[in-house]
């Protein structure tokens, strides 16, 4: 026999012991290493082929390649046997039947969607009907109608994803006073919640994807008194019997006059000082109402002399960082199970 053979030969011996003794799939990995592993014993004697005389050089390399293919299998074998043995253990151990059980995770209401439903409950119980609209929108429901024609400077502050040169995803829920204004007639008293989009660049405060509601309320003798009435109403809903309602002059080109709206901050009680929830104001932005300015009750065919109403949009995000004390808008879309358990 050669000395390559015989080397393989003793090799083999010392081998097949240490794949015989391994008793757990680490130890059977140090006997791969030491043998097969980069400067393992096989390697070495590869690394001999050299010296030998070229015309002996690809017998020896290939009966080194044949002796790696047993071992391998070797390997492989042992490995099997080890698993198989591990598990027959485990089914081998007593199963106590009367050991408590893992409790499976409870889902629960998510936060978004229950300040919608206690919104929508509350404008429900006062006869508003609850009605959902496409997140998709011709630019006239979003736009035209809304007294915003194509040239107004209002269209880019809605930062809009626009879809084709007529179709966008919605950047608010006021097409739905549109489409509503369009299928009833007055009086139209509705409540319309859904998701909305914006190109906002995403951080605590934004997300490009959010929730707004709209509220519309259009009859005889509607005035902005009964507005603040129902607002001051769905702000001691969500946030408590206290809560009052401001609004701060603004400008929509759907309403007139316009305001944005705030209500009293729920944490520190519209005391301010240094309150982090509300920057030190005590108040705390809810979004944006007005009256219905008559060019949009006009293009509905409404009689803007006989009826008037008036509109909200409040973004949901916002409401549900006041009402749960939410630091950080992201957490809403994370779906991490221990904060939405936290809120459940
Ligand atoms: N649609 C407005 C916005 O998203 C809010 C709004 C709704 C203002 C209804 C007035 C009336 O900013």
């Not at 429901?141 to 915003?148: C, G, M, P, R, W």
Request: charged share 25%; net charge negative; glycine share 10%.
């Amino acid at each position: 026999m050669s000395e390559l053979a015989n080397q393989l030969s003793e090799l083999r011996g010392r081998f097949d012991a240490a794949v015989a003794d391994a008793p757990d799939a680490d130890t059977l990995e140090a006997v791969r290493v030491a043998f097969l592993g980069r400067s393992g014993e096989v390697t070495l004697l590869r690394r001999g082929i050299g010296q030998l005389p070229a015309a002996q050089r690809p017998a020896a390399g290939k009966t080194i390649n044949a002796a790696v293919e047993v071992l391998e299998a070797q390997l492989l074998e042992a490995e099997r046997r080890l698993a198989t043995g591990n598990f027959d253990a485990e089914l081998a151990k007593r199963i106590d039947v009367t050991f408590p059980a893992i409790a499976p995770l409870r889902g629960s209401i998510h936060p978004i969607r229950r300040v919608m439903d206690d919104i929508c409950a509350y404008f429900e119980r006062h006869g508003f009907a609850v009605v959902l609209g496409p997140e998709i929108e011709p630019d006239y429901y979003n736009f035209d109608a809304l007294n915003i024609p194509p040239d107004h400077p209002a269209r880019d502050g809605f930062d809009s994803f626009f879809l084709t040169d007529h179709l966008l995803l919605r950047p608010h829920t006021s097409p739905m006073q549109i489409r509503t204004m369009q299928q009833h007639k007055p009086p139209v008293a509705v409540v319309t919640p859904g998701k909305c989009y914006r190109r906002d660049a995403v951080d605590a405060r934004h997300l490009y994807q959010f929730h707004q509601c709209e509220g519309l309320l259009v009859a005889q003798g509607i005035h902005f008194g009964h507005l603040k009435g129902m607002l001051t109403g769905m702000c001691r809903e969500l946030f408590g019997p206290d809560q009052q309602v401001r609004f701060r002059p603004s400008y929509f080109p759907f309403t007139e006059p316009s305001a944005e709206v705030d209500t009293t901050c729920p944490v520190c009680h519209g005391l301010g000082g240094t309150c982090r929830m509300c920057g030190g104001s005590g108040w705390i932005e809810l979004g944006g109402a007005g009256m219905v300015h008559p060019n949009v009750l006009s293009e509905m065919k409404y009689d803007a002399g006989a009826v008037s109403g008036w509109a909200f949009g409040f973004g949901l995000e916002r409401l549900a960082i006041v009402r749960y004390d939410v630091d950080d808008i992201r957490r809403f879309v994370e779906n991490e199970p221990d904060f939405l358990q936290q809120l459940a």
